[in-house]
């Protein structure tokens, strides 16, 4: 029978241009033999459905419904494409939790630590084999002591916002003169930083995702940019960025870097399908994680997408597996 699935795209956050176009790619890849798809879009103003033939219809969220033509659409589950604020962060998996109705996600729990990437880098870095960078976290308002910082950190550093996603308000600060004007820039994102050392080496991306009850690791993909680091634009305008997947590496890199994206898998408890960005430092030697994505990007220029084709996986047949192992 039919599973009827809500996919939810927008949010809240600057992100919601990524979500409607990773939404987009998904119901373009969802069977329509086996679902019955909803798109709906979350934005400040509220929750809507909006079909082709009449205007847009709110949802009631004491149950998570719709009353189309005088007659109440229930859903068995949801496809949750919002990357950020709420999507990503927990809110949305606490709302369907208490709902019981399940999701394609991570849980609550383990979206909101994942957002925050210096609690993240605390849970994993015992991960044999795995690295993390040096770094210090501070908190808008609170006491750091900059001249500290700058003596505990080698130069250059990342400033980064500690919950944000696709490399919004982050800088590479090479001069310590220029700290002040990336925190201040951090700080227009976020309430709290991270500021993080500079790790030289080859920076990949990877896919990890439940199928068939069984952890799998998707080929992973090498990128390479000319712009200082991989920020906004060398994510999302194309030529700006080049990606190479599967990334060149050899088997037996390929075989460890398999472990360790398994283990964080594990160690943060996750569903679904994530996406771990790391370094290899040298000649493919230390792993140093940089952060994982709950909700990773599924647009036509996307990883997830670029990964499963490489992997020998047509995307509506990964969409199928990845509803019937999150929501049944």
């Not at 960005?277 to 493919?284: P, R, V, Y």
């Not at 952060?291 to 969409?319: C, H, R, W």
Request: hydrophobic share 40%; with cysteine; charged share 25%.
């Amino acid at each position: 029978m039919k599973k009827t699935i809500a996919l939810l795209t927008g949010g809240t956050t600057g992100e919601w241009v990524i979500s409607v176009k990773s939404a987009a790619t998904i119901a373009h890849n969802l069977d329509p033999d086996k679902f019955d798809v909803y798109k709906i879009m979350l934005t400040q103003q509220g929750w809507f459905y909006e079909p082709a033939d009449s205007l847009k219809i709110e949802v009631d969220r004491n149950d998570f419904s719709l009353t189309l033509k005088g007659r109440k659409v229930t859903f068995d589950g949801v496809f949750i494409a919002i990357h950020g604020s709420p999507g990503e962060d927990g809110k949305l998996q606490g709302y369907f939790d208490m709902l019981a109705l399940p999701y394609t996600t991570c849980d609550a729990l383990t979206s909101a630590i994942t957002m925050n990437k210096g609690y993240t880098k605390a849970i994993v870095q015992d991960i044999p084999q795995l690295h993390v960078a040096k770094s210090a976290q501070i908190f808008k308002g609170g006491g750091y002591d900059l001249s500290q910082i700058k003596q505990d950190l080698r130069l250059p550093y990342f400033v980064k916002p500690n919950n944000g996603g696709s490399s919004i308000g982050m800088s590479k600060v090479k001069n310590q003169y220029d700290l002040q004007s990336a925190l201040d820039k951090a700080f227009k994102e976020d309430a709290q930083l991270l500021i993080e050392e500079f790790i030289e080496g080859r920076e990949f991306t990877v896919g990890v995702v439940k199928l068939d009850g069984k952890v799998t690791v998707l080929p992973a993909t090498e990128v390479e940019t000319a712009k200082e680091f991989f920020d906004f634009e060398a994510k999302y305008t194309p030529g700006v960025a080049t990606e190479t997947t599967p990334a060149p590496m050899r088997p037996e890199t390929r075989k460890r870097v398999e472990e360790i994206a398994t283990a964080v898998y594990n160690k943060l408890n996750c569903r679904g399908v994530v996406r771990i960005d790391f370094i290899l430092t040298g000649d493919e030697g230390d792993f140093y994680f940089i952060e994982i994505n709950t909700i990773p990007g599924q647009t036509g220029t996307s990883f997830i997408p670029q990964q499963v084709a490489a992997f020998g996986m047509k995307l509506n047949d990964f969409y199928t597996k990845l509803i019937k192992e999150t929501i049944g």
